[in-house]
């Protein structure tokens, strides 16, 4: 476990490097839900898909089972691809 000084600080970069909080609203944890059953997908897996749809971005992952369930849903790629898959054409 973490010391509660190394969380805040942990905190604190983030912060810096400018990662976004992103927020559910409770309609969309419905959407989660649903998402998570008819895909066969863990809420967590879910979440991450869901939000790349809701900010229309590509969702990097090295879980190859992720990326073949989760293309229905949003764009996804593996990070292995990633030096030649061309971001900036979605």
């Given at each position: 476990m973490i010391s509660i000084n190394d969380a805040w600080e942990i905190l604190s970069s983030l912060k810096d490097i400018g990662?976004?909080?992103?927020?559910?609203?409770?309609?969309?944890?419905?959407?989660?839900?649903?998402?998570?059953?008819q895909g066969r997908l863990t809420v967590y897996d879910s979440s991450y898909l869901l939000l790349a749809k809701k900010i229309n971005t590509i969702l990097v992952t090295a879980d190859e089972d992720l990326k073949k369930k989760g293309e229905k849903i949003a764009p996804v790629i593996l990070i292995r691809d990633i030096s030649t898959y061309n971001l900036f054409l979605r």
């Open positions: 990662i976004r909080l992103a927020n559910f609203y409770w309609d969309e944890l419905t959407e989660l839900l649903e998402l998570a059953q």
